[in-house]
C-alpha cells in the first residue's frame, strides 16, 4: 500500500480492479484511503486528492469531535452497552461455561470462572453479543428482502476495523460488524439497508442516495445518530 501527503495529512493508496477514484475516511481517527485504478499514478491520486481536500478535512474533523469510551476492564459496575442501552456490569462466578444474562434494564451479569482473565471476560461478552444479533437479523433480513424485491444469499457477523459493514455485490454476502449490538437497532438497520442498497446500486452516487431516500426515508438521521455514539477505545487500524 503507497501512502502520499496532502497538506499534512496521510492519505493510503489503494490500487484496484476499478474505473473510478474513491475517497473515504475511516474511524476512529480519521483515516484516510484513496482506492485508485490499477494504472493511476500517485501524482494523479495526490492531484484527486487535493481537490477534495475540503471534504477531507470536515468528515476528520467529525472524528476527532467524536467521544470515545475508556478502555474496558471487565471491573464491578462497569458501563457496558447493549441495543444503545447503558447496563452496568456485575461479574458472577461459574463452574461451568461463561455466559451473560441481562437483569432487566439496568444489569448485566458477566458469568465466568473464578480467574478468568480480562480476554476470556471480552470474548464471552463478544460471543453473546453474537448470538443477540444472529437472532435478531433473520426477520429484518427477510423484511427488507421484501421490501427491496432482492435476495440476500449470506450474511453474517464479525469483528471489523474500518467499517460498520461490506457487501460482496456478485456473490449477495453481507457482513456486519459485531459493535453494532451495542447500537440502537435502528442503526443496526440503517447499517443493512445501506448494504442491501448495494445489491441494486455498487456506487455511493445519486442514484444509490434516492435508494436509500426511498427505502429508508430518514436513513442520514440514523446515519448521524451512529456517528454521534461514542466510540470503542481499540486500534481501528487496517
Same mark, same amino acid.
Given at each position: 500500500?503507497?501512502?502520499?501527503?496532502? %497538506?499534512?495529512?496521510?492519505?493510503?493508496?489503494?490500487?484496484?480492479?476499478?474505473?473510478?477514484?474513491?475517497?473515504?475516511? =475511516?474511524?476512529?481517527?480519521?483515516?484516510? *484511503?484513496?482506492?485508485?485504478?490499477?494504472?493511476?499514478?500517485?501524482?494523479?491520486?495526490?492531484?484527486?486528492?487535493?481537490?477534495?481536500?475540503?471534504?477531507?478535512?470536515?468528515?476528520?474533523? $467529525?472524528? @476527532? /469531535?467524536?467521544? *470515545? +469510551?475508556?478502555?474496558? &476492564?471487565? $471491573? @464491578?459496575? /462497569?458501563?457496558?452497552?447493549?441495543?444503545?442501552?447503558?447496563?452496568?456490569?456485575?461479574? $458472577?462466578?461459574? &463452574?461451568?461455561?461463561?455466559?451473560?444474562?441481562?437483569?432487566?434494564?439496568? =444489569?448485566?451479569?458477566?458469568?465466568? !470462572? @473464578?480467574?478468568?482473565?480480562?480476554?476470556?471476560?471480552?470474548?464471552?461478552?463478544?460471543?453473546? =453479543?453474537?448470538?443477540?444479533?444472529?437472532?435478531?437479523?433473520?426477520?429484518?433480513?427477510?423484511?427488507?428482502?421484501?421490501?427491496?424485491?432482492?435476495?440476500?444469499?449470506?450474511?453474517?457477523?464479525?469483528?471489523?476495523?474500518?467499517?460498520?459493514?461490506?457487501?460482496?455485490? +456478485?456473490?449477495?454476502?453481507?457482513? #456486519?460488524?459485531? /459493535?453494532?449490538?451495542?447500537? !440502537?437497532? %435502528?442503526? #443496526?438497520?440503517?447499517?443493512?439497508?445501506?448494504?442491501?442498497?448495494?445489491?441494486? /446500486?455498487?456506487?455511493?452516487?445519486?442514484?444509490?442516495?434516492?435508494?436509500?431516500?426511498?427505502?429508508?426515508?430518514?436513513?442520514?438521521?440514523?446515519? &448521524?445518530? #451512529?456517528?454521534?455514539?461514542?466510540?470503542?477505545?481499540?486500534?481501528?487500524? =487496517?
Amino acid at each position: 500500500m503507497a501512502q502520499i501527503t496532502v %497538506s499534512g495529512i496521510a492519505v493510503d493508496i489503494v490500487r484496484k480492479d476499478i474505473k473510478n477514484m474513491h475517497l473515504a475516511v =475511516y474511524p476512529p481517527d480519521g483515516r484516510i *484511503r484513496l482506492a485508485v485504478p490499477l494504472r493511476v499514478t500517485d501524482e494523479a491520486a495526490r492531484l484527486f486528492a487535493i481537490s477534495k481536500l475540503g471534504w477531507i478535512k470536515r468528515h476528520r474533523r $467529525r472524528f @476527532e /469531535e467524536q467521544e *470515545r +469510551e475508556p478502555p474496558r &476492564e471487565f $471491573r @464491578e459496575r /462497569e458501563s457496558h452497552y447493549f441495543l444503545g442501552r447503558r447496563y452496568l456490569l456485575r461479574i $458472577r462466578k461459574t &463452574e461451568g461455561a461463561g455466559r451473560v444474562e441481562l437483569k432487566g434494564n439496568t =444489569y448485566l451479569d458477566l458469568y465466568v !470462572p @473464578e480467574g478468568a482473565s480480562l480476554e476470556y471476560k471480552e470474548r464471552t461478552l463478544n460471543e453473546w =453479543y453474537r448470538k443477540q444479533l444472529k437472532q435478531m437479523l433473520p426477520e429484518m433480513v427477510a423484511r427488507w428482502e421484501q421490501k427491496m424485491d432482492l435476495k440476500v444469499n449470506f450474511w453474517g457477523v464479525k469483528r471489523m476495523k474500518t467499517k460498520w459493514g461490506s457487501c460482496n455485490i +456478485e456473490q449477495k454476502r453481507i457482513w #456486519l460488524n459485531l /459493535e453494532l449490538a451495542r447500537k !440502537p437497532a %435502528s442503526c #443496526l438497520e440503517y447499517i443493512l439497508v445501506h448494504e442491501m442498497a448495494h445489491l441494486l /446500486e455498487r456506487h455511493h452516487n445519486g442514484r444509490f442516495k434516492a435508494l436509500m431516500d426511498h427505502y429508508l426515508p430518514n436513513w442520514k438521521h440514523r446515519r &448521524e445518530e #451512529l456517528n454521534r455514539l461514542p466510540v470503542r477505545h481499540v486500534d481501528w487500524g =487496517y
